[in-house]
């Protein structure tokens, strides 16, 4: 149905008017539809990776090595659930000129990436690896050259191990190496780069690798998340100063990862544990970094954090960003646990919610418009993207065809919840799929694929899948 048969439909229900069947299913078919012009011609859209995801090459041309490359090698690889690693992944370091003109097929107008920072100075520090700058330069060119703006993440998680022997994220000298590491970024690609975000969900790789120690580099331990928390809280301004600074025209973001929280009864402990939670998981990075401090009242063991402050640190801790990105795939529906450790809470059991991805994960698209309303609340934020939302499904390839209808559907759901946002005025300017294509799901391995391209990961052989086609669909109206 065109919108003009759509829309002469409509008027035709208004007026009473009943209508033949098979009409009247079309428009309710196509009223369910969205569409691109919806969101205004300046949205942004795009799909998103990250370097450690997708690159391969792992110590190629004199790069350096990662966390994760230390990490996804330690115990035989038992550190990650499949025993995989990201040696190769995508092969993306080979093969980014296909990728790229895959993209520009597929109508993507913007493609967010970030810059494995021991691919640019393998120690950390000191030696910049020119082959690693020449790489991502070329990158950046090939984008440009098919009509695709990049959008830079700084970091994604992939900390040189030389500076994890260190200590890492934990050793306050950091603050100093990730000055020069921005430094260096932006010097070299601030030319033809002008969107950045400094971090990728710091919750995630704090709370992943220096708390849990499910990610790399796998530290268990209070005293260490404590310490690496006010350090990547302090590294936000480190590296957007850096980026204003260097980057003429520059829009400088961050981004974080972002979860609606429910308690699971009214219960006063469980709503005490739903608040808790979300300080820790929505509240604790972006509220100093706002000028608000860390959220103490509402989580009393970021006390805990104040010890690593020093002075001026609460001044220095603020920086103005030009946007925030959310990142959303799910919510969190908290219950009262008294013997866990900082939260006194656990997570409900998706199952037992509604319908999981492949990451058991629940289905939550309402979950996207209510962290979009709850960012917005914010009056120092000034635009908000969706720099990251997409879900996993156990998609198979048949025929040369991958008939993902779950993932279809899961983002039109979301992307109605974006919408209803936006024309409730909160200011989202830009959506970003996760991801362009299958890749290395960190502590889950290969199994998770999260990409409208789907890739055989021994042929290394790209399919678009339905979900992928239908996004390109979309993007195909002006
Ligand atoms: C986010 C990460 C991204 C990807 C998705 C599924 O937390 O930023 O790298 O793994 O989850």
């Known amino acids: 149905m065109t919108r003009e048969e759509w829309l002469k439909t409509a008027a035709v229900i208004a007026t009473g008017a009943a209508l033949p069947k098979g009409v009247l299913a079309q428009f309710l078919a196509a009223s369910d539809e969205i569409k691109r012009s919806d969101f205004g011609k300046d949205f942004v859209w795009g799909t998103a ?15 350096g090595e990662s966390i994760w490359d230390n990490f996804t090698h330690r115990k035989g690889g038992r550190k990650i659930k499949t025993r995989e690693n990201g040696d190769t992944a995508c092969d993306f370091y080979h093969r980014y000129e296909g990728d790229i003109e895959m993209m520009r097929k597929m109508n993507i107008p913007a493609s967010r990436f970030s810059i494995s920072w021991s691919r640019i100075l393998p120690d950390g520090t000191g030696r910049v690896n020119q082959k690693g700058i020449d790489f991502y330069k070329r990158v950046i060119e090939k984008c440009h050259k098919e009509g695709i703006e990049p959008w830079v993440t700084c970091y994604h998680w992939d900390l040189p191990q030389a500076l994890q022997n260190k200590g890492g994220w934990t050793n306050r000298d950091i603050l100093g190496w ?18 950045w975000m400094v971090f990728n969900e710091p919750m995630a790789f704090v709370g992943g690798g220096y708390l849990i120690g499910l990610h790399a580099p796998g530290i268990f331990g209070f005293k260490s998340f404590y310490k690496a ?20 025209d520059g829009d400088i973001g961050t981004t ?24 820790f998981l929505n509240r604790m990075y972006i509220e100093p970094v706002l000028g608000m401090g860390y959220p103490t009242k509402d989580l009393p063991a970021l006390r805990h954090v104040e010890k690593y402050m020093k002075a001026d640190d609460e001044k220095n801790i603020v920086f103005d960003f030009d946007f925030i990105g959310i990142q959303n795939y799910t919510r969190t529906v908290a219950q009262y646990l008294g013997i866990v450790p900082i939260l006194n809470a656990i997570n409900v059991p998706p199952k037992k919610l509604g319908q ?23 009056k120092q934020i000034k635009r908000l993207y969706v720099t990251e939302n997409g879900a996993a499904f156990p998609d198979v390839l048949e025929n040369n065809t991958v008939n993902d209808t779950q993932r279809t559907q899961f983002l039109k759901d979301y992307l109605k919840n974006v919408l209803k946002a936006k024309n409730e005025g909160v200011n989202v ?7 362009f294509m299958d890749n290395f799901e960190w502590a889950e391995g290969y199994k998770p694929r999260f990409g409208l391209v789907y890739n055989d990961f021994k042929t290394q052989q790209r399919t678009i899948k339905n979900s992928g086609k239908w996004y390109s669909n979309f993007l195909a109206e002006k």
Not at 178 to 195: H, I, Q, R, T, W
Not at 230 to 238: E, K
Not at 268 to 275: T, V
Request: proline letters at 2%; a negative charge.
């Open 178 to 195: 990730f000055e020069e590491y921005v430094s260096l970024c932006a010097k070299s690609f601030g030319d033809s780069v002008k969107k």
């Open 429 to 435: 300017e830009g959506y970003f799929v996760w991801s």
């Open 229 to 248: 928390t006010h350090h990547v809280t302090m590294s936000h301004a480190v590296g957007g100063k850096v980026l204003k600074n260097l980057v003429k």
């Open 256 to 279: 974080y990862s972002c979860s609606p929280i429910d308690s699971v009864s009214h219960n006063a402990l469980d709503m005490r544990a739903a608040k808790q939670a979300d300080a």
């Open 49 to 63: 990776t990250a370097s450690y995801q997708i690159e391969g090459a792992w110590n190629e041309d004199g790069k």
């Open 356 to 378: 999981v991805t492949e990451m058991n994960w629940e289905v939550y698209p309402e979950g996207i418009y209510r962290v979009l309303k709850q960012f917005a609340d914010y």
